[in-house]
Structure formats: structure tokens, C-alpha cells
């Protein structure tokens, strides 16, 4: 499925900093193809409609795909990002992750969404959840032979840790303390790690400016 989007120049209606920093960012990510990867309900979706509105969206539904990988192209002053939001179903073990090797191999970048609060918080299922993933992604990446993507590690929901407003060094350290985390920023060719939110415009702008730092 392609969807082509107006760009965020145009359309937008956001808060005016939000607009600029997405501007920005997306001039990095300009002829380049994206690929956003995460367990469900992290955020992929939420972090593709603000890139692409300008504005962080008031709610969503699950995502549901009838078809193996949605692809999206936004258009910049006639520069195209290509996104890639694969989708894979529950219950795998890791072998069954065809659209999202598929998305991974085929991108300039890619970006994993975890959920941060969780993560600082020890949670062990999340733990779990994202190592192996994480895991898979080394895997691809070191039995690739020609031009590897970029990965970054971004954290998301960090305004659900209680403290987050006061303290995003803080939070940031916790989470790249973090054993899984640790060992992916290695094993991902040195990939850079983001914390943030985007529970609203502020913190999405924040959010933004970050990954472009990132990326930069
Ligand atoms: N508090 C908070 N809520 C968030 C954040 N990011 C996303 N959400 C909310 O989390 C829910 C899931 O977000 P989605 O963007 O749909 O997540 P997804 O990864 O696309 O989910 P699936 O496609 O269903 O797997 C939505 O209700 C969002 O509004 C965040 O940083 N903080
Ligand atoms: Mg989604």
C-alpha cells in the first residue's frame, strides 16, 4: 500500500517549533527509505502521523493490516522519505518475521521503538521481548553483504516514568543502563539510543530534535 501525504510544509496545522524540528529532520531523511519497527502498541504509528502531520494524532486504533508491510512515501519539496511500518503477528518466535527482515534489509535506516518506561522499570517481559528482538536484528545485520541500514534505538512513552519531566538525563541513563539495550547499542554497529514522548506536541518536539541529533 502506498500512501502519498502532502508535506508537512503544507499541511500542517501543529505547533509551529513541532512543524520546524519535523522539517528539519525530515531533510536528513530526504531520497532515503525508513523503516520503524516495534512490538504492538509502542508508538510506530503514532511517531509516522506526527512526522507526517506536523502534530502528534489525538488517539489511535490498533493497527490492523490486512497486508503483509505498509509502506508510506512523504513528499518534501520534491524530495521523498519512504516509510516502511511492517506488522507481524503475535505469538512468534522469531523465525516467523519475514516482513520485518524484509523492511530491514531494503532500508537506509531503521528505526526500533521500545517502550522506555518499562524498560527502566525493570519490567521482565519487556526485557525479554525486546532482546530478542533486538537479538534479530544483529542477526540480519551481520549476515548482510552489501549496504547495512542505520539503526536507532528509540524509547518511547518516557512521560510515564514518574520523573520524566524533571529529569530526561536521567531517564535517558536508566534506559541505556539497561542490559538489552547496553548490548544493542554494540551489536548494532554502535546504533544511537533516543528517549522520549509523544503523549503531546511539547514532548514530540523534544522527541524530534533528538532523533535528529541522532541521525545527524
Ligand atoms: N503516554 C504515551 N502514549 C503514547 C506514546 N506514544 C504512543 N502513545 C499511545 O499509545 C497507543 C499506541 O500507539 P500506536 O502509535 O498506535 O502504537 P503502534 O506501535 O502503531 O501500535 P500497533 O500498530 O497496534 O502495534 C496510542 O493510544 C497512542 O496514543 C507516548 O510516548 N506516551
Ligand atoms: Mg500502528
Known sequence: MIIVAAAVAFSAVGAAGLVLAI???LRFLANKKLTILG?????????????????????????????????????LKGKDVRFAIPKDMP???????P????????????????RADLIASGDVATI??????????????KSMSGPKPSVLLVGTFADQV??????????????ADCAPIKAGQVQLNNAELVVGSLANARMA?????????AIS
Open 23 to 25: 522539517n528539519r529532520l
Open 39 to 75: 512490538a504492538q502498541r509502542v508508538g510506530k504509528t503514532t511517531l509516522f502521523q506526527t512526522l507526517r502531520d506536523g502534530k502528534p494524532p489525538k488517539r489511535s486504533k490498533y493497527t490492523v493490516d490486512p497486508e503483509p508491510g505498509m509502506e508510506f512515501t512523504l513528499r
Open 91 to 97: 505469538g512468534h518466535d522469531g523465525v516467523a518475521f
Open 99 to 114: 516482513t520485518w527482515r524484509a523492511a530491514f534489509e531494503s532500508s537506509d535506516q531503521v528505526w526500533y521503538l521500545f
Open 128 to 141: 525479554q521481548l525486546v532482546t530478542s528482538h533486538l537479538t534479530l536484528l544483529k542477526v540480519w545485520l
Open 162 to 175: 514518574s520523573d520524566y519531566s524533571h529529569s530526561h538525563e536521567d531517564v535517558l541513563k536508566r534506559v
Open 205 to 213: 518536539t523534544t522527541m524530534v530534535k533528538t532523533i535528529e541529533r
